[in-house]
């Protein structure tokens, strides 16, 4: 029997409608091996996790590396601005909350995005906004 894939994300509307927020179990996942980009009508969300392990083989040491990445887009409203979107993070979770798409104004202008490179994940930016890093 095929082991059953734990749900990476779980979204929450406000109360009022307005906003959602997607919360992530993330244990173990450190800062540094997880990105959220921006990119226009999406939000891309990836972490990374690592383990090591070691054996001996007679007079061998065997390490091996496991290397598990993950991946989750989220779809946001036309015109949802960066300012709109924030983030927090603890030792377990990483949650994210921005505007809800349902209740977003139909034929919002859409920002310009172009890609950044900065970081290994290839993030978007968007384009003329050159404070965001």
């Known amino acids: 029997m095929p082991s059953e894939r734990r749900r990476s994300a779980s979204f929450k509307e ?3 409608g307005r906003t959602v927020t997607a919360t992530f179990d993330v244990p173990g996942v450190r800062k540094e091996d997880m990105h959220v980009s921006y990119c226009g009508r999406h939000l891309v969300v990836s972490w990374r996790t690592s383990r090591v392990t070691e054996r001996r083989e007679g007079d061998v040491l065997v390490r091996e590396r496991e ?4 991946n989750q887009i989220i779809s946001l409203a036309d015109g949802t601005q960066f ?4 983030a927090l993070k603890d030792s377990k979770r990483l949650a994210l909350t921005y505007p809800n ?4 104004p139909r034929n919002a202008p ?3 995005t172009a890609m950044s490179g900065i970081t290994e994940y290839h993030s978007c930016v968007p384009a ?5 890093v």
């Open 83 to 86: 300012a709109d979107i924030w």
């Open 67 to 70: 290397v598990v990445g993950n």
């Open 14 to 16: 406000s109360a009022d």
């Open 128 to 132: 003329d906004d050159s404070t965001i």
């Open 110 to 112: 859409r920002p310009k």
């Open 101 to 104: 798409p349902r209740r977003a």
